[in-house]
């Protein structure tokens, strides 16, 4: 079992819709948990951060986190087509660090 | 205020030559982090730095793969003798205290 798990999509969206993308983990002492989103021939960008159980909202980007689950998620509002790239989950755990394989989001106009 | 700065940003080597890949972190970070990425494997830590301190090198693949950070601002992995299947993107990343980390440009490898 990885230590992180993504679909790998790839996961199509219309502009303007909401795209939900899910990430599981397996380390219960997971502390904080990241999503960076990776354009295709670059390095990945930090967009989300969240350590508490909720939701963190920060423009158009919500994270959401249930440690009881051990499922983050990123839902991005009014999707756009400069949205589509690979999304990828981190997990950290004291001086562990997870990434996923990463979930590929196609935005269609 | 300048990111992580990686060189070389391509590299292409013939297998059994020695391959040596920089890292400039952001200033003030204390932690450093070297990744492979392959289409294959996806994003693999390979050593984690703290303080200038190897913390955790278990994703180093063997022998053949080594790390230093001699100081704050600088750190190299190399890789003697390169293999065909040490072709990968090689990122560098920093972060403070072990927190949300920044990634370089990268180093596209190439072992021919």
């Known amino acids: 079992q990885k230590e992180v798990e993504q679909n790998s999509g790839p996961l199509s969206v219309p502009e303007g819709a909401i795209a939900s993308l899910n990430c599981t983990y397996s380390?219960?002492?997971?502390?904080?948990f990241f999503w960076y989103r990776q354009y295709s021939g670059k390095s990945p960008e930090l967009i989300m951060f969240i350590y508490s159980n909720g939701d963190k909202e920060d423009g158009r980007f919500t994270a959401q986190l249930n440690k009881a689950s051990q499922y983050v998620s990123l839902l991005i509002r009014d999707s756009q087509p400069s949205d589509s790239a690979t999304y990828l989950c981190a997990v950290h755990n004291f001086n562990k660090f997870y990434f996923g394989s990463g979930t590929k989001l196609n935005v269609k106009p | 205020d300048a990111g992580v700065i990686q060189s070389p940003r391509h590299e292409v080597t013939e297998m059994g030559q020695e391959v040596t890949l920089r890292c400039k972190p952001i200033s003030g970070h204390n932690s450093l982090f070297w990744y492979r990425q392959t289409m294959m494997r996806g994003l693999e830590l390979l050593i984690y730095?703290?303080?200038?301190?190897?913390?955790?090198d278990s994703g180093m693949p063997e022998d053949r793969f080594s790390a230093k950070m001699p100081n704050a601002s600088f750190s190299t992995l190399k890789i003697q003798p390169s293999e065909p299947r040490d072709s990968a993107v090689y990122f560098c990343?920093?972060?403070?205290?072990?927190?949300?980390?920044?990634f370089g440009p990268g180093t596209r490898l190439t072992v021919l």
């Open positions: 380390d219960r002492g997971s502390q904080s």
């Open positions: 990343a920093s972060s403070r205290d072990r927190a949300e980390q920044f």
């Open positions: 730095f703290n303080n200038n301190v190897p913390i955790d």
